[in-house]
């Protein structure tokens, strides 16, 4: 695995990051013998094997760098890409609500470039499998490639499918969705899950997730949750400890939710709409269906002349 996120010292064949001045990084594979280019000079890939992790270096003009160990966070926001990715806030999110961990199956459709593929794979583990559809071939060429940079696209099977035909898998632990009209495919989705697996999806317009709601009422889906995630950065210093000019605000709506099985005969409606699985005019028309039910049972009794 080129990816090294262990080790003391800097090994050939590592991917390494030099951050320079005004934060501008390089993420790039040691090899004997190659350079690398910069405004600021050049840096000999040789030079670097075997120092320490966060070694000060220096190109051949005295420009210095740190020499740090990739994060994921560095790597997904350094990705090459044709397409839009997800932002790590948004990703860290997905992982922890959809309990995404080793040895688990994994299904994602929208693969794009592979920044939440590229999460996902991480997650998973050595053990664990990720399947990613997307139906175009550019852009998943483009994924598959990024994921051989970083080492993971053996825990990854890439798929070139229009999962309105649905998914070819069932049982999975969890699926995320990041298509613009993932309320289209529930269907498929709750073919694909497993009973109480985990279901997300995000979605940039308030229309869309109104769309996605209804669409998972339908096909029994409770405990839902939609929220957005705001990125607000503080100057780290202790005499002007204050909110910096930047800020990552709404990139999209986060939605999350489980599906279940309801006994309709015995449902406990409270419960029901507490879960999400109902809502509050549901509730209140199921109320007068009873009621209406009620009335009509006397009358057929003789309670009500």
């Not at 951050?19 to 013998?33: A, D, H, N, P, R």
Request: proline share 4%; no cysteine; glycine share 8%.
């Amino acid at each position: 695995m080129s990816w090294n996120i262990s080790g003391i010292t800097v090994q050939e064949g590592d991917l390494v990051q030099l951050v320079g001045v005004s934060f501008k990084s390089y993420i790039f594979k040691l090899e004997t013998g190659k350079e690398l280019h910069t405004h600021r000079g050049v840096v000999k890939h040789s030079d670097l094997i075997g120092l320490a992790w966060g070694t000060q270096v220096f190109s051949h003009m005295g420009s210095s760098f740190f020499l740090l160990q990739p994060s994921l966070p560095d790597l997904i926001k350094n990705t090459p890409r044709a397409t839009q990715i997800l932002y790590p806030k948004d990703i860290a999110q997905i992982l922890m609500t959809m309990g995404i961990g080793p040895g688990q199956t994994v299904l994602e459709a929208g693969t794009g470039s592979g920044g939440l593929t590229t999460a996902l794979a991480f997650a998973v583990g050595s053990e664990g499998k990720v399947i990613s559809y997307e139906y175009r071939e550019e852009h998943q060429l483009k994924a598959i490639k990024n994921l051989e940079r970083i080492g993971l696209s053996d825990r990854v099977e890439f798929k070139l499918k229009d999962i309105g035909q649905g998914f070819d898998e069932t049982g999975v632990d969890a699926l995320f969705l990041d298509v613009a009209n993932s309320f289209d495919y529930m269907a498929q989705v709750r073919q694909a899950l497993k009973p109480g697996g985990y279901f997300g999806s995000i979605l940039p317009t308030t229309n869309q997730v109104t769309n996605l709601l209804v669409a998972l009422r339908q096909y029994e889906f409770a405990f839902i949750d939609v929220f957005e995630i705001s990125q607000r950065y503080y100057k780290p210093e202790p005499s002007r400890f204050r909110p910096t000019d930047r800020m990552i605000a709404h990139t999209g709506f986060l939605i999350f939710a489980r599906p279940i099985t309801i006994d309709r005969e015995h449902a406990d409606r409270k419960l029901l709409r507490e879960a999400g699985a109902i809502t509050v005019v549901e509730e209140e028309e199921l109320k007068v269906l009873e009621r209406e039910q009620a009335q009509q049972q006397d009358m057929e009794t003789g309670k009500i002349e």
